[in-house]
């Protein structure tokens, strides 16, 4: 732990105030705050008053009132206490290289963590043929679920064309916390529902900006997003993929070769077709696909004659099924229909409103299946099998 400052240092009250503030995590780096140096000093006086100096990373911290608030909690509850004042303060730069060092453990600052043989994060790519299928709203409430089972999750918008993360998060309008400004900054996702999130669409200045990046200065976009973030090991890092087979596929595809993949299709058998070669795409690329999930696959009606709910198949039926055998079949190993997702207007209205069905209405019929999705993907322990170790073979030359 950092060293933290005191005009009385041996005062008796200052180890229990240390270690309650020991408990409070910076909201972004999910880690304490005595561990990150942002304590920068704790003066007690003989009455039991309290003063603590914060350390924020940046002026703009989106979060200091959270940790402001945090900070008063946690210190008003020792005993012996009688009152708190927390001051805020900005690091040096000095302080946040300090703090960068201590969130690379060691590790080279370009390394894509996720590809080092001892992570222990599963990297899940949600893919499809065509746009519109659903993707990100699987995207998002797969992770939700994931979250609220009790893993740590991150989760990437790397759809460079139609990037609706931060929206259907109610995020629009969020920009990462940056550790630094130069050369070796550190982006911090930004936590929500649970989640640690960060989208391309984060990194663009304005809103309206259009992202219009190919061939190198895409791959160096999306190096960026995994390495020179601070992921933090979750548990997932669940990807949104643009549509199709294109650039960010074969640039990921190289980055992340031991990635999983769903594939999201509608039941219509032409967009089973087309999410069909997103598979093979994938398998063509070293990675692994763990399932199909089919959306909008039958809208629930009360009949009017029984009363009873009956299934009205709106795009047809059969298309998770489908490419689920085409993909067992080409790819030589079992890919199983993970779920289908009904239509529900309250996953559709509450991606509009930034407020994810998970969250809204966990008892939906589709929360119910996007939580049995979660289950299965969740319940499976990280494969080693395909994983590269890393290791350099000795002699020859
Ligand atoms: N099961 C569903 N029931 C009702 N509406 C849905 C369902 N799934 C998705 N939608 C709606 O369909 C639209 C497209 O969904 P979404 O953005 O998740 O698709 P996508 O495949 O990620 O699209 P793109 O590739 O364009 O980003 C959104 O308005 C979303 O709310």
Redesign the pocket.
Known sequence: MPEIDSKNPEHPLLPKVTAALATVNDPEIRRPITDLGMVERVDIDDAGAVFVGILLTTAGCPLKGPIQADVTNAVSAVAGVTGVEVNLGVMTEEQRAEMRRTLNGGRDPREIPFTRPDSPTRVILIA?G???????????NLAMALAQAGHSVGVLDA?I????IPA?LGLADARPTSIGDDEESMILPVPTNGIQVLSIGMMKPERSQVVAWRGPILDRALTQLLADVHWGDPDFLIV?M??GTGDVQISLGQKLPNAEVIV?TTPQAAAAEVAERAGTMASMMSQRVIGVVE???YLEVECPHCQQPHRVELFGSGGGEQVAKALTERLGYPVSLLGQ????????????EGVPVMAEAPQNP?SVVLRGIANQVGGRKKSLAGVRLGLTPTGGR
């Open positions: 499809s065509k746009g519109g299928v659903g993707k990100s709203s699987v995207t998002v759809d064309y139609g990037h609706s259907m949104d643009p549509p999201v959306n909008m696959a997702v009904p239509i529900d207007p309250t996953l559709r209205s509450g991606g509009d589709s």
